[in-house]
């Protein structure tokens, strides 16, 4: 069964855009960072274990749905992930390497460019640097963590993965696989006039206990999942034919679980995290407004009006309607 849940060809496509982002330039190369070579050119390592482990933390924060499944994720694709990076890096490291040695980088348009960018990475980097302080300066105490996650443990999507979730909630599964359909129409009536154990029994076919499935399960062939998932009531029997085509499955969905999660005690300093979190956006509203009076911003506005009076007709048949100001989003840099 190595059909996958989570679409493992769409997650390296993912990583394959995200490892050409800004965030995986700028940084020292491989032989500063120290380490142990991941990707080395002519003997001279260009990528580290560290640079390495860096890029799989940005995937990480970039992508939150990979942050949750990553735990749970069998090796061979984990392998897949890292050299897939690996590659990246590598490559990235080549087109440097021949970009020098063509002597392309002293061009004009080049240097402008990279000072550009420069600017760009230190203002980043600002944004950043200036996000984690006040992240830091929030102390979450015992009482409000443990009390905050007793509320909202079952409510709060930010529970809703490792290391809070210990099993996502799902429905208790069995199986059994079949070499035709006729088998499996035979085990079906079977198993409902008796148990699927019994008459798997008696047709000498192993009963496979799959566990509790949930839309997490990434290790389970899709058609079993759609199947016990379609099932209007339970405890249910029903065959299904797998993905590849080759096989059949009798498919026994005994009853729903729901979500187990972690004590307080052992995820604490976890929760804690969440709960500054929380009280982030406040608190980086609170000590930007500071900023802006201590360094006097203004706004242009008289400029920004006459670039909305110049633009196409298109672009200003919203002008009739009332404006509606959005504060941006702002993350934590935790």
């Not at 050299?83 to 040695?101: F, P, Q």
């Not at 302080?133 to 979450?140: A, C, K, L, R």
Request: with cysteine; glycine share 6%; net charge neutral.
């Amino acid at each position: 069964m190595n059909t996958k849940v989570f679409s493992f060809t769409l997650l390296v496509s993912a990583i394959l855009l995200f490892s050409s982002c800004s965030w995986f330039k700028g940084g020292k190369s491989g032989a500063e960072d120290g380490g142990a070579a991941v990707v080395s050119i002519n003997g001279k390592a260009v990528v580290s274990a560290k640079e390495l482990d860096d890029a799989v933390n940005a995937i990480k924060q970039q992508q939150p749905m990979l942050e949750q499944v990553w735990p749970m994720m069998p090796k061979e694709n984990l392998l897949a992930i890292y050299g897939e990076i690996a590659k990246n890096l590598g490559d990235a490291s080549i087109m440097l390497e021949e970009v020098r040695a063509k002597g392309w980088d002293k061009s004009a348009e080049y240097k402008k460019e990279m000072q550009r960018t420069q600017v760009l990475i230190e203002r980043d980097m600002a944004v950043r640097e200036f996000q984690k302080h006040i992240f830091d300066s929030i102390v979450v105490d015992d009482k409000d963590a443990e009390d905050f996650y007793t509320k909202n443990v079952m409510t709060d999507q930010s529970f809703k993965r490792a290391p809070f979730m210990t099993s996502p909630e799902g429905i208790e599964t069995f199986a059994v696989r079949v070499e035709s359909e006729a088998a499996a129409r035979d085990l079906v009536a079977k198993a409902r006039q008796s148990s699927l154990q019994q008459a798997a029994a008696a047709a000498k076919k192993e009963v496979m206990p799959l566990g509790v499935l949930s839309g997490q399960s990434m290790t389970t062939d899709v058609a079993i999942l759609q199947k016990v998932f379609s099932m209007k009531s339970l405890p249910s029997i029903d065959f299904v034919q797998g993905m590849d085509k080759k096989s059949f499955y009798v498919v026994q969905g005994v009853r729903k679980q729901g979500a187990q999660f972690a004590p307080y005690a052992s995820v604490k300093e976890d929760v804690k995290k969440v709960v500054a979190s929380s009280r982030f956006p406040a608190k980086y509203q609170e000590e930007l407004k500071k900023l802006h009076d201590q360094y006097k911003v203004t706004v242009n506005n008289e400029f920004l009006n006459s670039l909305v009076k110049n633009a196409p007709a298109a672009a200003a048949a919203g002008e009739a309607g009332e404006a509606e100001e959005v504060a941006p989003e702002v993350a934590p840099a935790a």
